[in-house]
T-cell receptor, first 116, second 115 residues
């Protein structure tokens, strides 16, 4: 089974609109972390937002928020008021304990294109 | 402060040659990760270091791949007898916190092309 699943290979959103990028995960570890990264065409990987499995509230960072639904094992990224500069690949990742250390697994990514 | 740096930024090598890729993590970051990213694909985990030890080498594709980290800082990824399928961008990341909440800071990557 895939540890991290991103079912949307590509998404389009109109500038200034909100968009949700889906991510589901699979783990039996009660303590884990969920991350979202952005990779523009330049190739750099940029950390966006983090959610811990025990966090009671959804994480927010500026225009980014993480819709964490623990029972459904989903950690969707919501980008509000999309900007042209948001066009990029977005990767969901999970950190979990594996044999006494932290293992990080990335999803296959979603390519977001913002339309002017 | 300085971020994660990697060298070289680009490497073209002939099939069968050995290559060394270097990663300088952010000072003080104890966790270091190597990933491989093929064109248009996600990140493939290769190896993880906590300090100088590598508790997880499970992602290394074959015994041609090895990595070491010295002094809890610089890491080198070595690929012996390179093959064309080794062509990819090799990304290094470091993390301050071991465990939850340890977001990774990535280097710019080394683009390896095996001809």
């Amino acid at each position: 089974a895939q540890k991290i699943t991103q079912t949307q290979p590509g998404m389009f959103v109109q500038e200034k609109e909100a968009v949700t990028l889906d991510c589901t995960y699979d783990t039996s570890d009660p303590s884990y972390g969920l991350f979202w990264y952005k990779q523009p065409s330049s190739g750099e990987m940029i950390f966006l937002i983090y959610q811990g499995s025990y966090d009671q509230q959804n994480a927010t960072e500026g225009r980014y928020s993480l819709n964490f639904q623990k029972a459904r094992k989903s950690a969707n990224l919501v980008i509000s008021a999309s900007q042209l500069g948001d066009s990029a690949m977005y990767f969901c990742a999970m950190s979990e304990n594996s044999g006494g250390y932290q293992k990080v697994t990335f999803g296959t990514g979603t390519k977001l294109q913002v339309i002017p | 402060g300085a971020g994660v740096s990697q060298s070289p930024s680009n490497k073209v090598t002939e099939k069968g040659k050995d290559v060394e890729l270097r990663c300088d993590p952010i000072s003080g970051h104890t966790a270091l990760y190597w990933y491989r990213q093929s064109l248009g694909q996600g990140l493939e985990f290769l190896i993880y270091f906590q300090g100088n030890s590598a508790p997880d080498k499970s992602g290394l594709p074959s015994d041609r791949f090895s990595a070491e980290r010295t002094g809890g800082s610089v890491s080198t990824l070595t690929i012996q007898r390179t093959q064309q399928e080794d062509s990819a961008v090799y990304l290094c990341a470091s993390s301050l916190v071991e465990g939850q909440g340890g977001e990774q800071y990535f280097g710019p990557g080394t683009r390896l092309t095996v001809t």
